[in-house]
């Protein structure tokens, strides 16, 4: 198996090999049922299967959104939502969130709950701590926590045993856990601008064994 820490000029790749993969996932069926207003969506809960609250300057997100129990993927892209409501963690069929650009500095641990979650994407946001129940959800395979402000990585990352993509560019990142070797599907892995990342290009291939790496150039002083 190969595993790549991004260089410049893999970053292309990666962008088209990601895009791809998007674009596969947010190809839908005719019949799916997509809803753009969570009024409109609650008339018929049980018929949402896609919900898309981009764009909407929304600051909170109503504890009612527990009613579409058959929803898959919900878009909260561009908004201004620092948490989720506790209920989010009844939506067992959801399998992809997106809450790109917030104000995310936490989620209350019933989000933790989303076994079936498969992709989930926090890019922009104000993390500066994961919790370990992140290890929960065990089917995940694509995690973007990309410009945030983490300088860790709880020991729990080293059980998303489905993940596949795990973008960590733009964090405060000094080191990464010994766990994270474990995870035996990534495909890519992207640290490219932590300032402070402290791990030289031999500790981070003792923890890949045998995995292919080629270590980011800029934006780690280690690296350098």
């Not at 300057?57 to 506790?86: F, G, H, M, S």
């Not at 067992?92 to 500095?105: A, G």
């Not at 964090?171 to 070797?181: A, D, H, M, R």
């Amino acid at each position: 198996m190969k595993f790549r820490i991004l260089t410049n000029l893999s970053l292309k790749k990666l962008v088209l090999i990601f895009l791809c993969f998007l674009v596969e996932l947010q190809t839908q069926p005719k019949e799916a049922n997509v809803y753009r207003n969570l009024s409109a969506a609650l008339k018929t809960p049980k018929k949402v299967q896609i919900l898309d609250l981009s764009r909407n300057r929304l600051t909170t997100l109503p504890k009612e959104i527990v009613l579409l129990e058959n929803l898959e993927r919900l878009y909260l892209r561009d908004n201004e939502l620092t948490t989720l409501p506790e209920e989010i963690g009844e939506l067992e069929n959801l399998k992809m969130l997106d809450m790109t650009r917030n104000r995310i500095s936490t989620l209350p641990k019933e989000f933790w709950q989303l076994q079936n979650l498969e992709v989930l994407l926090l890019d922009g946001n104000n993390l500066s701590i994961l919790p370990e129940e992140i290890g929960e959800l065990e089917k995940l395979s694509v995690l973007d926590l990309s410009n945030n402000q983490l300088t860790t990585l709880p020991k729990e990352i080293g059980q998303l045993e489905s993940l596949l993509y795990l973008e960590l560019s733009t964090n405060k990142l000094v080191s990464l856990p010994e766990e994270i070797g474990q995870l035996k599907k990534l495909r890519i892995l992207n640290l490219w601008n932590n300032p402070s990342f402290k791990s030289t290009e031999q500790d981070i291939r003792k923890l890949f064994h045998n995995q292919e790496i080629n270590i980011q150039k800029s934006g780690c002083q280690s690296c350098e």
